[in-house]
């Protein structure tokens, strides 16, 4: 069961993050914030890596390039530019590194 002062810690990180994402958007991210997967990180952490994930599959070309047969690392650096655009688009307050720990 989630307490509510965490869920309402992932709305807060959610909403600070990403201020103009849409809600079709937000409630995925939100869902993946709360799983278990992400339990015992720190709100911003956990809506950041779910927001890099859902960015990745949902508006990048991400799967098709692993479907074509290139390997995680090399397709996760050739979707960055596209990630970043779609959270520069949402108004993010921060975006994917090149090469960065969260690719």
Known sequence: M???SH???IGKALTAL???APYADTEP???AALSARF???PPSIAVWLATVAHVRHEHTAYDRLLAEGYDREA???FV???INAVLTRWRATRLLEPGGEEE
């Open 80 to 82: 960055v530019d596209e």
């Open 2 to 4: 989630r307490s509510t």
């Open 75 to 77: 397709a996760r650096f």
């Open 18 to 20: 990403l201020p103009m």
């Open 7 to 9: 869920q309402r810690a």
């Open 29 to 31: 991210i939100r869902e």
């Open 39 to 41: 339990k015992m990180l």
